[in-house]
C-alpha cells in the first residue's frame, strides 16, 4: 500500500505519537494530503463524545485530512494498560481480522501519506494468539522505528529491527527520540545505531525541556516529499 507506514518504538513511552504527528505536520507544510490512524488506543477518558484518546486526539489534530474520530481509533480502550488486558477487562476480545478490516477501510481514503501508529512496541499481543505485529504484515506495509534514547537502547532497538525482519516487513527509517535528559553517552549511542540499523535515521530528536509537535517536527525530515509524497 503505497505511501502508507506503521509506527512503533522500542518500548511504550519512546514517543511514537509525537514522531508521527510531527510527521503529519511536515507532511501538510510541504502541502501533502495525510492523516494518522491509532487503531488501538488504550487508555481513554469519557468526554461528552464518547471516549477519547488524547493521542488518537492529537494525531486528528495535525491531519491534514480530516476524519471522523472513530475512523482514527476504532477501538478505544478505558485503561491504560495492555491492550488485551485492558480489553478482556470490558469484556472484549481484540481480533487481527477486525482490526485489519477496519485499517483498510480507512487506508481507501486518498491521500499522499498515511501513518498508523502502533500500541506500545513491537511483540504487543492482541488475545492469546495474535500480535499486533500481524497488522502491518497483513496490510504489507513498511514500518518506522522510534527508538527511545536511554540505557538499553540499542539492545532493545536491534533485537526489534530484527523481529520486523524475521516478520518479513522492511524498516523503512528510524527516528532516534530523546527520553532521558540524563543518558550518557548519546552521540555515541546514535553512531551505533546508524551502522547498525538496516535503514536510514529520519531525525534525531534531543531531550527537550518544551516539548511540541511543531518543536519536535524542525528535527525530523520525510524521505521522498522534496519532489512528491513518499516513496
Same mark, same amino acid.
Given at each position: 500500500?503505497?505511501?502508507?507506514?506503521?509506527?512503533?518504538?522500542?518500548?511504550?513511552?519512546?514517543?511514537?505519537?509525537?514522531?508521527?504527528?510531527?510527521?503529519?505536520?511536515?507532511?501538510?507544510?510541504?502541502?501533502?494530503?495525510?492523516?494518522?490512524?491509532?487503531?488501538?488506543?488504550?487508555?481513554?477518558? &469519557?468526554?461528552?463524545?464518547?471516549?477519547? &484518546?488524547?493521542?488518537?486526539?492529537?494525531?486528528?489534530?495535525?491531519?491534514?485530512?480530516?476524519?471522523?474520530?472513530?475512523?482514527?481509533?476504532?477501538?478505544?480502550?478505558?485503561?491504560?494498560?495492555?491492550?488485551?488486558?485492558?480489553?478482556?477487562?470490558?469484556?472484549?476480545?481484540?481480533?487481527?481480522?477486525?482490526?485489519?478490516?477496519?485499517?483498510?477501510?480507512?487506508?481507501?481514503?486518498?491521500?499522499?501519506?498515511?501513518?498508523?501508529?502502533?500500541?506500545?512496541?513491537?511483540?504487543?499481543?492482541?488475545?492469546?494468539?495474535? &500480535?499486533?505485529?500481524?497488522?502491518?504484515?497483513?496490510?504489507?506495509?513498511?514500518?518506522?522505528?522510534?527508538?527511545?534514547?536511554?540505557?538499553?537502547?540499542?539492545?532493545?532497538?536491534?533485537?526489534?529491527?530484527?523481529?520486523?525482519?524475521?516478520?518479513?516487513?522492511?524498516?523503512?527509517?528510524?527516528?532516534?527520540?530523546?527520553?532521558?535528559?540524563?543518558?550518557?553517552?548519546?552521540?555515541?549511542?546514535?553512531?551505533?545505531?546508524?551502522?547498525?540499523?538496516?535503514?536510514?535515521?529520519?531525525?534525531?530528536?534531543?531531550?527537550?525541556?518544551?516539548?511540541?509537535?511543531?518543536?519536535?517536527?524542525?528535527?525530523?525530515?520525510?524521505?521522498?516529499?522534496?519532489?512528491?509524497?513518499?516513496?
Amino acid at each position: 500500500m503505497k505511501n502508507t507506514y506503521f509506527i512503533t518504538g522500542t518500548d511504550t513511552g519512546v514517543g511514537k505519537t509525537l514522531v508521527t504527528a510531527s510527521l503529519l505536520h511536515l507532511a501538510e507544510k510541504q502541502g501533502l494530503k495525510a492523516f494518522g490512524l491509532k487503531p488501538i488506543a488504550a487508555g481513554c477518558e &469519557n468526554t461528552p463524545d464518547g471516549l477519547r &484518546n488524547e493521542d488518537a486526539v492529537l494525531l486528528q489534530a495535525h491531519s491534514s485530512i480530516k476524519l471522523p474520530y472513530e475512523q482514527i481509533n476504532p477501538i478505544a480502550l478505558r485503561a491504560a494498560k495492555a491492550p488485551h488486558i485492558a480489553a478482556a477487562e470490558e469484556g472484549r476480545r481484540l481480533n487481527l481480522d477486525r482490526l485489519v478490516g477496519l485499517c483498510r477501510g480507512t487506508l481507501m481514503q486518498p491521500a499522499d501519506l498515511r501513518l498508523i501508529e502502533g500500541a506500545g512496541g513491537w511483540r504487543v499481543p492482541l488475545n492469546e494468539f495474535e &500480535n499486533l505485529s500481524s497488522l502491518p504484515l497483513q496490510l504489507k506495509i513498511p514500518v518506522i522505528l522510534v527508538v527511545g534514547l536511554r540505557l538499553g537502547c540499542l539492545n532493545h532497538a536491534l533485537l526489534t529491527a530484527e523481529a520486523i525482519a524475521r516478520d518479513g516487513l522492511p524498516i523503512a527509517g528510524w527516528v532516534a527520540s530523546g527520553i532521558d535528559p540524563q543518558m550518557d553517552s548519546v552521540e555515541d549511542n546514535i553512531a551505533t545505531l546508524k551502522a547498525r540499523l538496516p535503514s536510514p535515521c529520519w531525525g534525531v530528536i534531543p531531550a527537550l525541556g518544551e516539548v511540541s509537535v511543531e518543536r519536535v517536527a524542525g528535527y525530523l525530515e520525510l524521505p521522498g516529499s522534496a519532489g512528491g509524497a513518499p516513496a
